[in-house]
């Protein structure tokens, strides 16, 4: 996609910015990969609504603060527990549309196979053991905040703190899917397994208009 | 055998009294062991966000920990009563029932109760807090209506009871939030802390007493199965050390307190007293408050009665023994 | 040398090196951290290494230490800045200044370059994505000083380097993130906002400076374009029905903040709604939109917010195996003086910027650098301004430069890549001239603070 092709107006957005900078390896796609990055674009597309809801928390918090001098530690907390589920839950789609940066001064010159080799072995060595280490200790940092009935530390704050911290554990059993199913991708791409999907007429949604991030 | 503790502090060191003793433990015990217990400190968020020391010290992925635990109150609601109680004792009196009057072994009961795997230790305390920093004067209960102030623990529930819009902008950007009238009051700490925060260069009004805070401890927690491998002679010095840092943190804030406080007057600042009819209406929301807290949990309720019992007995000598201030 | 110094080196060696192979730095990161703590943890319990490191205060904090990421307050200001970002840049803003100001400036020689830049500095005073700013700047102005004769790498150049300093004028993400990885008081979101505010205008009036000058001195590179209307009342009421808008929604975001009327996080979400306004008066918002405009917000923070992941990871790691004291002593131990430690670690940063990114400096490296800074006795907010400056250069440092890359994807196919090379070196320049004055003459950064908030 180019970027003049944007829009009738010709208007640039900032997802054209991401197209220029995001070097995607293309991967064939899977089946089992297809249904797992249905499912983790579904989970984040619907989490970026969070923050409409977080900007109404806080218009709700500033105003309840100047016309009704009403008390906001609640409000407060709201506004980084909904956004931080935001972020969290959006992980694994940023993950599925490929949208983490890298260094693409090598990369964008290797031929895709190497690409894919380089794939496979960050997959194995680098993402999932640290996602391994990571979901290993925040399930019992969650379920001891569920043992405790850990509320905020504020009188006036939230209950229930242990919602977002098991949250935390599920966004990153998430990105783990996500890796998984890129690393089908990439053993597709490899080795021929699972059979790559031959890619259909009109691209799958997440290449398409998704496959758009941006380096602020 | 040897021990090397990694201890995250939820104070920075260089805050006296608060802080400070945390340091000062850390190379006593080190000394004082001929290097038979060794204690690194990792000053706020270095290390482990200052709200989970408790957690990860319980956990044992660290040794030990320093903190005010008040902030575990979301985990461990009887702990306030060891950190700061609103209209509660005066330091010394605090000290007595912590050492004498069953406190120590109560507090190891209330963690356990809770599941959580640590020692505590008493290892500082300081004097009271003022009653914050205000853009305008307190003259009666209902100034604190409407009024935005950042307010910490069960003082924050009071206040918000009698109408105040209470929040807990981060410490960071409390000068700013004050600066600016986003918030129109603070609380801190006490005047020799106050003063790094740089309160008093923003409002005139300090208020006096701290009625939410007569003392502030902070203890040493350490893994429970890393004190019990820890041999007689090192468990004897780390509460000799807590004890003498206790001793010496009271001593540093009682040492600085007076003549900051007395440099503000200078500057203009206005240590005003708060009414004795608001302080009155103000002691019995706490009480309120205080009381529900029992009703919600058990633990809670044991350790309040067990203070109220010792405060009345100690009532009488505390009214009649000492000088009054202006004599 | 010591068995610390060694390991310290080689987690940076590593992650260099793994950064090099194109996956995503904040696998990378994380990645890092797990191999050096199995190496860590090997030199202790096989090789009796006398080292105070473990897996549980290592990698096993990283919970605890991804909590305190979630429940900052300060950060909820950075996926809403960004989504005021990508909402105004669908309000379609900028070109309707761009056409304005054209009017206004295009007469004087130079003037394109002129009217790009002022454009640029409004832009960034109401948001801080630099891919939306370097595209919009350059497709916006690009044809037109093509068109008009502008020597390719002038006018690249000036629209490539214009559209970074939004990172650096507030409001500002990097702002945000550095104020909470230096979690201290005395540099907080509002102190760095302000601190940021005159050098970013000072830039901007530098690069206007460049704009003029250059082509007084060598003429053909920007020829004064024929056929202009004369500037009048309607075109001067043309650029004020434009400006209006931009100014409203400064006001209400810096205002607010500097005013006092909000917190810093809760401008963003003001700042967030105005841009949503103004999308809807422009008419440009729609359901399609709003959507795409969301989905966007996600995936931006999403990765900044992973890199933070990763690298809280690798600071942690870094930390057990000794890494603060090996910095520390080694920044101490230089022998030129404190002036001499601070040049040193912007030099680093500048050299370090050719190939990492803000998010990754701005995580790993200010933590281990700002209590040195503290402990010489300087201004955190002068040495933090100095550091934004530093890493807004990085944007136009090749290899990695991401103004470079955005730039290349819309420029018009006869500017060549080398041609954007030669354009942003003067930029450079300017940048290094920059940071040459707020190092010398501090009140820039720290004056604007201080009768703020003293
Ligand atoms: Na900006
Ligand atoms: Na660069």
């Known amino acids: 996609m180019t970027v003049s092709d944007q829009g009738p107006s010709g208007h640039p957005t900032v997802t054209d910015a991401d197209e220029l900078i995001h070097h995607h390896t293309e991967l064939p796609d899977t089946g089992i990969s297809r ?27 500033v105003v309840g603060r100047y016309a009704f001098g009403q008390g906001s530690v609640l409000l407060e907390e709201l506004q980084w527990h909904i956004a931080g589920a935001g972020w969290l839950l959006g992980l694994a789609y940023t993950l599925v549309v490929d949208d983490h940066v890298r260094v693409d001064v090598i990369h964008e010159r290797l031929s895709l196979k190497t690409q894919g080799w380089i794939e496979l072995f960050g997959l194995l060595l680098l993402l999932l053991p640290f996602l391994g280490i990571a979901i290993y200790e925040m399930i019992p940092y969650a379920l001891s905040s569920y043992q405790v009935g850990e509320t905020s530390q504020a009188p006036a704050g939230l209950p229930h703190r242990w919602v977002l911290k098991a949250i935390l554990a599920l966004a990153f059993m998430l990105i783990a899917l996500a890796a998984v199913s890129r690393l089908f991708k990439v053993t597709a791409l490899l080795f021929g397994f699972p059979r790559p999907l031959k890619p259909r007429t009109s691209q799958p949604e997440t290449h398409s208009q998704d496959q758009q991030g941006d380096a602020a | 055998d040897d021990l090397r503790w990694k201890m995250p502090v939820a104070f920075a060191t260089n805050l006296p009294g608060l802080g400070s003793p945390a340091a000062w433990v850390a190379d006593n015990l080190t000394t004082a062991s001929n290097g038979s217990i060794r204690v690194r400190v990792y000053e706020p968020g270095e290390l482990v966000p200052p709200f989970d020391i408790l957690q990860s010290v319980s956990d044992g992925k660290v040794s030990a920990g320093y903190t005010w635990i008040g902030y575990d109150q979301g985990k461990v609601p009887a702990v306030p009563l060891f950190a700061a109680v609103p209209f509660g004792m005066k330091p010394w009196a605090y000290i007595g029932w912590y050492y004498y009057g069953g406190g120590h072994d109560m507090l190891q009961q209330v963690y356990a109760n809770k599941g959580f795997n640590v020692h ?158 608001v302080l009155l209406e103000l002691k019995a929301v706490t009480e309120e408050v205080l009381e529900e807290e029992s009703e919600r949990d058990a633990d809670f309720k044991r350790v309040y009665d067990s203070q109220q019992e010792f405060m009345e007995t100690y009532k009488v000598w505390d009214s009649r023994a000492y000088l009054p201030s202006d004599l | 040398m010591e068995l610390e110094t060694l390991f310290v080196i080689g987690m940076f060696l590593t992650f260099g090196a793994l950064l090099m192979t194109g996956f995503p730095v904040a696998w990378v990161l994380g990645g890092t951290a797990v191999i050096w703590t199995v190496v860590g943890v090997v030199a202790v319990e096989n090789f009796g290494a006398n080292l105070w490191f473990d897996y549980p205060s290592s990698m096993g904090l990283a919970p605890e230490r991804i909590w305190g990421i979630v429940e900052s307050e300060t950060l909820v200001a950075l996926p809403m800045f960004i989504f005021m970002g990508i909402m105004l840049d669908q309000s379609g803003i900028a070109e309707r200044l761009m056409n304005s100001m054209v009017k206004l400036f295009g007469a004087v020689r130079g003037g394109y370059a002129v009217t790009v830049i002022v454009i640029g500095v409004l832009l960034a005073a109401t948001t801080g994505i630099i891919g939306a700013s370097v595209v919009l700047l350059g497709m916006l102005s690009l044809p037109v000083m093509m068109e008009n004769k502008y020597d390719k790498g002038f006018a690249v150049g000036t629209a490539c380097a214009t559209g970074t300093l939004g990172i650096l004028i507030p409001p500002s993400i990097m702002l945000v993130l550095m104020a909470d990885r230096l979690a201290v008081p005395e540099a907080s979101v509002g102190d760095l906002f302000m601190g940021a505010f005159l050098p970013g205008l000072m830039l901007g009036t530098m690069y206007v400076g460049y704009a003029i000058l250059r082509p007084l001195l060598q003429p053909n590179v920007a020829p004064v374009p024929e056929g202009l209307g ?26 607010s903040i500097f005013a006092g009327l909000a917190t810093p996080t809760e401008a963003s979400g003001v700042g967030a709604l105005g841009a949503l306004l103004l999308a809807l008066f422009a008419g440009r918002l729609n359901l399609p939109v709003l959507r795409s405009s969301l989905y966007q917000t996600t995936r931006t923070a999403s990765f900044i917010f992973a890199i933070f992941l990763g690298a809280t990871a690798f600071s942690v790691v870094l930390r057990g195996l000794g890494g603060d004291e090996v910095i520390e002593s080694a920044l101490l131990g230089l022998p030129f003086g404190p002036y001499g430690v601070i040049l040193t670690i912007l030099f680093g940063v500048f050299l370090l910027g050719f190939f990492l990114d803000w998010v990754e400096i701005t995580l790993i490296i200010l933590p281990l650098v700002a209590p040195v800074v503290q402990q010489l006795g300087f201004d955190l907010v002068w040495f933090t301004i100095l550091f934004a400056i530093c890493l807004q250069t990085s944007f136009l440092t090749p290899p990695v430069g991401f103004a470079l890359f955005y730039i290349k994807g819309v420029a018009p196919p006869e500017i060549k890549v080398t041609d954007i090379y030669r354009g942003v070196v003067p930029f450079i320049i300017i940048q290094l001239v920059a940071l040459a004055i707020v190092f010398l003459v501090p009140e820039i950064a720290t004056w604007l603070p201080s009768v703020a908030y003293d």
């Open chain 1, 35 to 61: 249904l797992l990055d249905r499912a983790l674009t579904a989970i984040g597309k619907l989490a970026s609504w969070f923050w409409v809801v977080v900007t109404g928390v806080i218009i709700w918090a």
């Open chain 2, 120 to 277: 505590a230790q008493l290892c500082g305390i300081i004097g009271p807090e003022t009653a914050g920093w205000y853009a305008n004067k307190i003259e009666t209960l209902e100034d604190y209506d409407g009024m935005k102030i950042r307010f910490a623990g069960l003082g924050g529930k009071v206040l918000e009871r009698l109408g105040a819009s209470v929040t807990m902008i981060p410490g960071g950007e409390l000068y700013q939030a004050l600066e600016k009238g986003t918030i129109d009051a603070t609380e801190f700490s006490m005047p020799a802390i106050d003063q790094i925060l740089g309160f008093n260069q923003v409002v005139k009004y300090n208020l006096f007493p701290g009625w939410h805070q007569q003392f502030t401890a902070q203890y040493l927690l350490i893994n429970k199965d890393e004190w019990d491998d820890a041999s007689e002679s090192q468990q004897a010095l780390v509460e000799a050390s807590c004890t003498a840092a206790t001793t010496l943190g009271l001593a540093e804030g009682e040492y600085r307190n007076g003549a900051v406080l007395a440099g503000f007057q200078d500057e203009g600042v206005q240590a005003d007293q708060i009414p004795r009819e």
């Open chain 3, 230 to 255: 004369k500037v009048d009342i309607s075109v001067i009421w043309e650029v004020c029905k434009a400006v209006v808008p931009t100014a409203a929604l400064i006001l209400g975001v810096l205002g």
